[in-house]
């Protein structure tokens, strides 16, 4: 007996058309988005061999002054592989149609063409280039890359720019302003002066809109302006170049980065009360016949360095240096005032004395280090208002003749005297320790028939050569004779020579 409700096998004609139709329309729409997918992957490979070959290029400009067209001058590596072929174009006057060209054989009439920074119209832009009459090789250019249609090439392929990378062309095409690494676009210049990539010097930050902001690492500014770099933040890799009356006065400028004060107008304060940490620097550079204030005032911590440049008026004057720090004082005096004047010098810093009276009036603390390289360097008259003084821990390399004469070496100060006529003041009392490596390093004023200074309780002469220590050996003090006629000074209250034979035959033994 049959079973009526049994099912039947297999499927109908209509079934199976209409299965068919469903497939192929399936296959029509994915196949091309695959296709996408997978052109979009291959021009992907494309990018990073062009950034490389572009950054090469930019070394070789900076190196030699232009680019290169034989990729093995290039210091640059390559992805593995034999299906890409570069092409390097350039010309001979440096401002157009210079760019690489590669051509990958996985793509089909598709080309990437990178343009280089000195380019006229075409700074560092990106192109996808399709052949003319490609379909696909036109939709991956401009539909899946959203490249801009722009023009013919001159065999035949369409050009389309790219956001890959954002252009000056571009960011004047939506009014934006544009900077010389051609990665960012801001609304405003001042967006631009005070955003992380900035443009390379030339006055392109504009000439006022750096007071009170920020340059940090990899930007320039440039600013004539009467407040141009006034209480800007430097940071690592920044640089404020003020030619203005405030110039960089105010600033704060931290590991790595400079504020360079070219003083531009009579009296300016360049790098006037500025902030320099570790790793900062701030150089003051008046003008021929100018008068600057320089560094005045700055506090310079560990590594930062202030160099107050011949020509200033106060140059580091009223500096404070801390541990690490260094002021250089080249300031060429003009009345009373020089390079380093009236510097406070804590653990660690060093005052560089390269010119006369710099360093000079200033106060050394423990650990300080002034270095007297010129005659007048590291100078001071205790009887002065700012009251000079090396105290307890702090030295002072006397290098040439004249320099560290101070009369306010206290007890564990040390002076070097490295030249006759150094560590010396007439009528002073020294307290500290001076080491005598020339004649009349230790213990004659400014002449040799001037008044000797007096060698307190507790001060120590060693004589190194003959005739470096010539000074008053008073109560607890003593000199030690390391060679014979070193310690010819007069011997009074308890002042005593070590040395033996050394020692004056009058000389009362220690």
């Known amino acids: 007996m049959n079973n009526k409700n049994s099912s039947k096998a297999g499927f109908t004609l209509l079934e199976i058309l209409i299965a068919v139709l469903i497939i192929g329309v399936l296959t029509t729409i994915a196949l091309p988005m695959y296709q996408g997918a997978v052109d979009k ?71 990437l063409a990178k343009y280089y920074k000195n380019n006229e119209g075409f700074e560092d832009q990106l192109y996808c280039e399709a052949k003319n009459g490609n379909d696909r090789a036109n939709k991956l250019c401009g539909k899946l890359l959203k490249g801009e249609d722009l023009t013919n090439t001159d ?60 340059v940090n690492e990899g930007g320039k500014c440039e600013s004539t302006a009467s407040a141009g770099c006034q209480n800007t933040i430097v940071n ?33 304060y360049g790098c006037q009360n500025v902030k320099i940490n570790n790793g900062g620097e701030c150089i003051a550079q008046p003008g021929s016949g100018q008068q600057g204030n320089g560094c005045q005032g700055a506090k310079i911590y560990n590594g930062g360095k202030c160099t107050a440049e011949t020509g200033s008026y106060a140059g580091c004057a009223d500096v404070s240096v801390y ?15 020089g390079g380093c004047y009236r510097v406070s010098v804590y653990d660690g810093g060093v005052c560089l004395g390269n010119e006369a009276t710099a360093c000079a009036q200033s106060r050394f603390y423990d650990g300080a ?11 001071g008259n205790y009887a002065n208002t700012w009251k000079p003084r090396f105290e307890s821990g702090s030295t002072c390399n006397a290098n040439v003749a004249g320099s560290c004469k101070s009369n ?93 034979d050394n020692c004056p035959a009058n000389a009362p033994r220690c």
Request: net charge negative; charged share 15%; proline share 1%.
């Open 408 to 500: 306010a070496f206290m007890a564990g100060s040390t002076c070097n005297g490295k030249a006759n006529n150094t560590c010396t003041y007439n009528g002073a009392n020294f307290a500290g320790t001076c080491n005598g490596y020339a004649a009349g390093s230790c213990g004659t004023g400014k002449t040799a028939t001037s008044q000797n200074i007096t060698f307190t309780d507790g001060a120590v002469c060693n004589g190194h050569v003959s005739g470096s220590c010539k000074g008053i050996f008073d109560s607890g003090s003593r000199c030690v004779a390391n060679v014979a006629g070193a310690c010819t000074g007069t011997y009074q209250n308890g002042g005593c020579c070590e040395g033996g």
């Open 323 to 337: 541990d690490g720090g260094v002021c250089d004082g080249k300031g060429v005096t003009r009345g009373a005032v």
């Open 369 to 379: 280090v002034c270095e007297g390289n010129a005659s007048g360097a590291c100078n």
């Open 236 to 268: 690592d890799g920044g640089v404020c170049e003020a030619f203005s009356l405030a110039g960089c006065s105010g600033s704060t400028i931290n590991d790595g980065g400079k504020c360079i004060a070219g003083i531009g107008d009579y009296y300016a």
């Open 41 to 111: 992957s291959k021009w992907a490979r494309l990018i990073a061999p062009a950034r490389a070959v572009s950054t090469a290029q930019e070394a070789a400009f900076m190196n030699y002054g232009g680019y290169t067209a034989n990729m093995d001058d290039l210091d640059v590596s390559l992805p593995e592989g034999n299906d890409m072929t570069y092409t390097l174009y350039t010309t001979t006057n440096g401002d157009d149609a210079n760019f690489i060209r590669i051509v990958s054989s996985q793509l089909n009439d598709v080309r």
């Open 155 to 214: 065999d035949g392929y369409k050009m389309y720019l790219i956001d890959d990378a954002i252009t000056k062309p571009l960011c004047d095409r939506v009014s934006l302003w544009w900077s010389n690494n051609f990665t960012h676009c801001y609304k405003t210049e001042e967006d631009r002066c005070t955003a992380n990539s900035m443009p390379y010097g030339g006055g392109l930050c504009g000439w006022t809109d750096t007071k009170n902001k920020t």
